[in-house]
């Protein structure tokens, strides 16, 4: 049986209002927050990767250049995250059978993270999509097979996939992950500080 074809989603867009600066540019083990989950997509043989950017989109570019990845540019991306997920969702190539849905502030979602979420999906035993879990909180990224698609594109406001999910329960299998990558993420100044990171 063929592998299914996993994409995955850089969500890039946002304007980092509890950081004060656009976070997702900060420099963190030597390269931008950004890339770090672009390079684990990368190295988990994820294709596209496609970047949504909205804010500083242009910055963003040009601190990804020479990385594989797709790009689609979310104009309305100050309305929320549902627009920046509509954008990617509508920019995948018709063959994808599920996506990842990545966050750019999560440095520390390694390849191995996102391969095991993959790995999980299993639409012929009705698994159409995957949340990662730890300790028993759910984290990010989360897997979206093709089956939900058309509910994504339909979502507005500032609001995730989280609706979607709810309404598929028993479509969704747990990946239960091993550390807290999933759920660590870069929103406030302290965060990016107890990850090692120095504000300039």
Known sequence: MTAPAV???VLAAGRSSRMGSNKLTLMLDGKPLVAHVCDAALAAGLTPVVV??????ETVRR???GRNVSWTHNADFASGMATSL???IAALPPETDAVLVCLGDMPRVSARHMTEI??????ESG?????????GQRGNPVLLGKQHFAEILALDGDRG????????DAAVRRV???DDAILTDVDTPEAYASLGGRQP
């Open 86 to 88: 509509t954008a990617g």
């Open 63 to 65: 601190l990804l250049a």
């Open 7 to 9: 994409a995955a989603l």
């Open 52 to 57: 949504v950017t909205g804010h500083q989109a």
């Open 118 to 123: 993959a790995e999980a999906f299993d639409p």
């Open 176 to 178: 239960v992950i091993d």
């Open 127 to 135: 698994y159409t999509a995957c949340v990662p879990i730890h300790n």
């Open 161 to 168: 996939a989280r609706s979607v999910l709810a309404a598929h």
